[in-house]
């Protein structure tokens, strides 16, 4: 309950101020690096982990060097206050004039359209992180019979792609249209899905796996990097973090969240090893026709003021 308030929070927040205190012409830029963060930090976690599990023993890490990466996560809380407390507000919020109000059901009634695909953006967004990066190599080893040491080695060099390459698919939208890179990465998405994992259900392979994640990992930077841009360019500034914290949460809480659980359901129940493939095509599907509906939304300032 209380990482979901406090990640649930800052995505749509940060995302909002990200994009507002960008310059017109480097909003994609400025938008990728909310992601750029996640997956650093997500690579700083795996190494933890990596470190641990090489430094101490099973009996010393089931007993209390666990608690290592919660200690030191904690240390970005009063870097986070100090910047919460002191960062200006944005332009746009300011030229808001005075605040209003505005209650959860009326984002849900005047924004249905920009809700959807929002959603669908944030659940493609979040089964690439829980399926494809987090899942798969688990998966590999569950599913396949590999090396324990698989998902450490796999991980840390997908996930360092995955750093290295945001803000540059970022800097690349903001010349070509985030738009255009986001139906084109989750299209090449659905093309290569089921013959990589086709070859990794029949030849799994430390190779395999390592060349499907690395593969898997460009196409995730190239929809990542726009995505933050182009779901607050839906909502206009009165109601940007509530209709952006609505559709992320729902997207990373309901299909990220449960999807590993969901697999290992899916997975005993039909003994199809494609079905993660089936799972994410699902998804990316509806991420894609949801990229196909963006509309950026202009509604006037202060709309809900009369109301």
């Known amino acids: 309950m209380l990482q979901g308030i406090s990640a649930g929070g800052e995505f749509a927040t940060a995302t909002a101020m990200l994009i507002e205190y960008a ?20 690579l700083l976690a795996v ?38 407390r002191n960062l200006p507000e944005t332009e746009a919020f300011q030229k808001l004039g005075p605040r209003v109000k505005v ?7 005047h924004y249905p359209r920009e809700l959807f695909v929002a959603t669908a953006l944030s659940a493609a967004l979040n089964v690439m992180a ?10 590999a080893v569950q599913n396949l019979y590999m090396p324990v040491t698989l998902p450490f080695s796999v991980l840390l060099a997908s996930v360092l792609l995955r750093v290295v390459t945001i803000p540059l698919f970022g800097h690349l939208a903001d010349h070509i249209g985030g738009e255009r890179m986001i139906r084109v990465a989750l299209a090449l998405f659905l093309v290569v ?26 196409p995730i930077s190239a929809s990542n990097a726009p995505i933050p841009t182009a779901l607050a360019g839906l909502f206009p500034t ?12 729902i997207g990373a809480a309901v299909f990220g969240g449960f999807s590993p659980m969901v697999l290992t359901w899916l997975l005993h129940v039909s003994g199809n090893n494609m079905m993660p493939a089936h ?29």
């Open 103 to 109: 209650r959860f059901s009326q984002v849900v009634t």
């Open 238 to 249: 009165e109601v940007r973090s509530t209709g952006l914290a609505i559709s992320y949460n």
């Open 47 to 84: 190494a933890m982990g990596s470190a641990l599990t090489h430094l101490f023993t099973h009996e010393a890490l089931q007993s209390w060097a666990w608690r290592i990466p919660f200690l030191t996560g904690l240390l970005i809380g009063p870097v986070g206050f100090y910047i919460r």
């Open 279 to 307: 799972f994410c095509a699902v998804f990316f599907a509806l991420g894609l026709i949801g990229a196909f509906m963006l509309k950026h939304r202009t509604a006037p300032m202060n709309e809900f003021a009369a109301q």
């Open 23 to 42: 310059p017109k012409a480097r909003r994609n830029l400025y938008g990728s690096w909310q992601m750029f963060a996640q997956a650093l930090g997500a």
């Open 130 to 139: 829980y399926v494809i990066i987090t899942y798969l190599p688990i998966y």
């Open 193 to 218: 899905l089921y013959p990589a994992y086709h070859w990794i259900v029949n030849a799994p392979s430390f190779a395999s796996i390592m060349t499907v994640e690395l593969g898997f990992a460009l």
